[in-house]
């Protein structure tokens, strides 16, 4: 997404994140946002956030994430379930009015470890109120740089910035 590096390569690390809403009136959803990012510049966005808001995610991640015990219940369980549930608040994600998938490749494959992931609106409201307005200022940057689309959409993604790994 930002520097257009070929990530299908042999062993390229990059991430892929999409948020999705429900729309239950129409018995499906719809696509936000989805992009991938290779890890350096993953790395340089992620440089960009305050130190505060990084300690802060960081802090949550780590209490609410669960990340040891979950690895070791869907060691060997197929990846639709690994984003069945949202990572922090153990709820079907079939529930929550929109949602985000996070998950980490390498070149074509799946990376399995900490991810895939996926996070219930309830949980990104919790994050986004983690935010300094310094980063959520860069995430506005972000978004207004790479992504455009219907109106109705530009509302959600400046009310609720994404994970942004």
């Not at 390498?106 to 219930?120: E, I, R």
């Not at 959600?156 to 942004?164: D, E, G, H, N, Q």
């Amino acid at each position: 997404m930002v520097c257009n590096a070929e990530l299908l390569g042999e062993g390229f690390p990059y991430f892929i994140e999409k948020a999705v809403r429900q729309v239950p009136e129409l018995g499906t959803s719809e696509i936000i946002f989805e992009y991938a990012i290779c890890l350096a510049c993953s790395a340089s966005l992620n440089a960009a956030l305050s130190e505060t808001s990084r300690q802060r995610m960081t802090e949550y991640f780590a209490r609410h994430g669960r990340f040891a015990t979950r690895r070791e219940k869907l060691q060997d369980a197929p990846v639709d379930e690994w984003i069945a549930q949202c990572l922090i608040k153990d709820t079907p994600i079939t529930t929550t009015p929109e949602y985000q998938i996070v998950a980490q490749c390498s070149g074509k494959k799946l990376v399995v470890h900490d991810m895939p992931f996926a996070v219930s609106l309830a949980a990104m409201d919790e994050i986004a109120a983690l935010l300094s307005e310094e980063t959520l200022g860069e995430m506005d940057d972000f978004i207004g740089t790479h992504f455009s689309g219907p109106p109705e959409l530009a509302d959600i993604l400046l009310k609720r910035p994404p994970v942004l790994i």
